[in-house]
Every structure is written in C-alpha cells, then in structure tokens.
C-alpha cells in the first residue's frame, strides 16, 4: 500500500517568489494535515481537512498561505509570496477518519523549502 | 507556550542499556498521548500511544508510562539498539466535541543516540 506522497522533496526559491507543495494521501484516508516543522522544532499543525472541507484552518497565515483539497483527495498548500521565515519542512499527513481508533497520523516525507 | 515539552534536546545510551525519554505536557483536556520516531530525511512515524484510561502500555521493546496527577509521560526502550537512533517526538491531543477529529500537538524532539 502506497504511503502519504509529498512533492516537491526540495524546493529552494528566492523571497517574494511563490511556491506550491502537492500531496496525496493514504487510499481511503478522509482528514488530511499539513504541518509545518522548523529547524529544532516540533510540527505544527497548519490546516486539516475532512474530506474536501478545512475544518482548521487556525493556524494557517493567511495572508500569504493557501491550501486547497479538491474532490477530498489531493490536496495543495501555496505559499505566496514566500518569506525568509517560511523556510522549513512542509509534512502532509493523513488519518482514516479521526484519530479515534489508533491515534496515528501517517505522515508523507515532507518538503524541505528554502528561502534566499 | 508550549503544552508538550520534551526538555531534553538529546540523549546518548549505550546499546543494550534502557533509553528513557521524558515529556511533560501543561493541558488538562489531553487524552490521547503518542510518541513518532523520525529517521533524517522522513516523515515522523507512529510508535505507541497511551489513553488517558490507562498509565501504561507496551509494545515490545517499548513501553509509555503516563503519570496523570504529574501530567508527565515516559517512553521507555529496552534493550537499545542502534538502529533506534533518531529523534522522537512526544505528542497529544484532546477530542475536540463535536468535531470528531483530534488535534495533535507535538513537543520539540528528544534525539536519541545509541552506541554500539
């Protein structure tokens, strides 16, 4: 079984450039996340989807942060314009339906970005 | 403020000898507790987790005992072999009512290195 797949791996791009990062869950996997990991830090949580619908979008900087997740599948995050502060990885992760059951997110292995 | 610490940034073992890696965590409504072990270049990946019900489980070489009074949780590997050498994140979260879905907050990561 395929695993949570995360494109591009690397992406290094100039400030004020725009950047989209694409991932496709787990077969069957209704909520989706995107996290964002820092150099030394813990991921945190940008958006999480069920099905088509962003149900948390709290954390997601808006002004230049936007995700999309058509037909409830794949889903794309876009960064425009990107910050040298935006430099990070970018997980995707997917869950069944909750993490009622198992409590387990499977994560895709990430996109690293860096911004010059 | 973080509501899941892992205040030790790294631990070395020798193999064969038990790793014991620590987290604390500030939010009373946590129920569900999880440690991801993360290689270089991956996504995290789920190893066990801890109801709140209960105050230990195991799996294997591994074993999460949680303290609720101290609101403290340990994840305990024995023996240690080398390739468990990575960093591991302690997280948490807490069932959001109505929504149906959990939020997962992570702490900073524990690296673990085990000698040969």
């Known amino acids: 079984e395929a695993g949570v797949v995360q494109s591009p791996r690397y992406k290094i791009i100039e400030k004020k450039q725009p950047v989209a990062f694409w991932c496709n869950p787990i077969?069957?996997?209704?909520?989706l996340y995107w996290y964002r990991q820092n150099l030394g830090q813990g991921p945190e949580l940008l958006i999480r989807?069920?099905?088509?619908?962003?149900?948390?979008d709290s954390q997601l900087p808006k002004d230049r942060f936007s995700a999309e997740r058509l037909k409830g599948v794949d889903s794309t995050l876009k960064i425009q314009p990107a910050e040298l502060g935006d430099s990070a990885v970018y997980l995707c992760?997917?869950?069944?339906?909750?993490?009622?059951?198992?409590?387990?997110?499977?994560f895709g292995e990430g996109s690293r970005l860096t911004v010059l | 403020d973080q509501q899941v610490k892992q205040n030790s940034p790294s631990l070395s073992v020798q193999e064969g000898r038990i790793s014991i890696l620590n987290c604390d965590y500030t939010?009373?409504?946590?129920?569900?507790f999880l440690w991801y072990k993360k290689y270089p270049a991956e996504g995290p990946t789920f190893l066990i987790s801890?109801?709140?019900?209960?105050d230990k489980n195991e799996d294997g070489r591994f074993t999460v005992f949680l303290n609720k009074s101290a609101k403290h949780l340990s994840l305990h590997i024995v023996p240690s072999q080398p390739g468990d050498s990575a960093v591991y994140f302690c997280?948490?979260?807490?069932?959001?009512?109505?929504?149906?879905?959990?939020?997962?907050?992570f702490g900073k990561g524990t690296k673990l290195s085990v000698i040969p």
């Open positions: 992760a997917s869950s069944f339906d909750s993490l009622f059951m198992t409590g387990e997110l499977f």
């Open positions: 077969s069957g996997h209704n909520t």
């Open positions: 989807y069920e099905n088509e619908e962003a149900v948390d």
């Open positions: 939010n009373s409504m946590f129920d569900y």
């Open positions: 801890i109801s709140s019900i209960k």
């Open positions: 997280a948490a979260s807490a069932t959001i009512r109505g929504a149906g879905s959990y939020q997962l907050t």
